[in-house]
T-cell receptor
Framework: EPEVTQTPSHQVTQMGQEVILRCVPISNHLYFYWYRQILGQKVEFLVSFYNNEISEKSEIFDDQFSVERPDGSNFTLKIRSTKLEDSAMYFC?????????????FGDGTRLSIL | AQSVSQHNHHVILSEAASLELGCNYSYGGTVNLFWYVQYPGQHLQLLLKYFSGDPLVKGIKGFEAEFIKSKFSFNLRKPSVQWSDTAEYFCAVTGISNFGNEKLTFGTGTRLTIIP
């Protein structure tokens, strides 16, 4: 079964540094998402992306965050200047066709640790 | 704004016991409902989903859930749990749109521990 893949699995970064989290969604999917899960808390929506633009973003997704689909296969989340509170598990998800009755498929996540 | 409540934070059961995990949602419209499971160290996997039709939906690994619209509930059940069901279980909801890009809103999760 096709999978969403995320790299790296674990990223350790100094506070203030930029970090890029990478995702390869399922190949024929059109809708892409980033979520995060701070340790011990629930999974929270960050941003959705369709047709090469952001569809919706949460309050968490401030000016420090950006997303990009640079080459038609990768979907990246960039945090420009990381803060301690950015430490979390970041999940990428993708969804298939234009019909809304589709589940989102999740990747294994990237654990981001900010020192 | 939509929200999801899971009232059981940690449930401990013996093998072969029956399971019911509660989920209530709040949303001002028609919804799609999901249960995801997260095994230790793994990604979120879809257990089952409700979009429309029969309110009793069956998923993988013997799980089922019942959508009760009047109670805004979507409780997860399994008649006889196994040790391998030890995991975190998340209820989630999306609104319905024609654009297919609705975000998932998750509950806080229920940690299920099965004692052999």
């Amino acid at each position: 079964e096709p999978e969403v893949t995320q790299t790296p699995s674990h990223q350790v970064t100094q506070m203030g540094q930029e970090v890029i989290l990478r995702c390869v969604p399922i190949s024929n999917h059109l809708y892409f998402y980033w979520y995060r899960q701070i340790l011990g808390q629930k999974v929270e929506f960050l941003v959705s992306f369709y047709n090469n633009e952001i569809s919706e973003k949460s309050e968490i997704f401030d000016d420090q965050f950006s997303v990009e689909r640079p080459d038609g296969s990768n979907f990246t989340l960039k945090i420009r200047s990381t803060k301690l509170e950015d430490s979390a598990m970041y999940f990428c998800a993708s969804m298939g066709t234009v019909y809304s009755n589709q589940p989102q498929h999740f990747g294994d996540g990237t654990r981001l640790s900010i020192l | 704004a939509q929200s999801v409540s899971q009232h059981n934070h940690h449930v401990i059961l013996s093998e072969a016991a029956s399971l019911e995990l509660g989920c209530n949602y709040s949303y001002g419209g028609t919804v799609n409902l999901f249960w995801y499971v997260q095994y230790p160290g793994q990604h979120l996997q879809l257990l089952l989903k409700y979009f429309s039709g029969d309110p009793l939906v069956k998923g993988i690994k013997g799980f089922e859930a019942e959508f009760i619209k009047s109670k805004f509930s979507f409780n997860l059940r399994k008649p006889s749990v196994q040790w391998s069901d030890t995991a975190e279980y998340f209820c989630a909801v999306t609104g319905i749109s024609n654009f297919g890009n609705e975000k998932l809103t998750f509950g806080t999760g229920t940690r299920l521990t099965i004692i052999p």
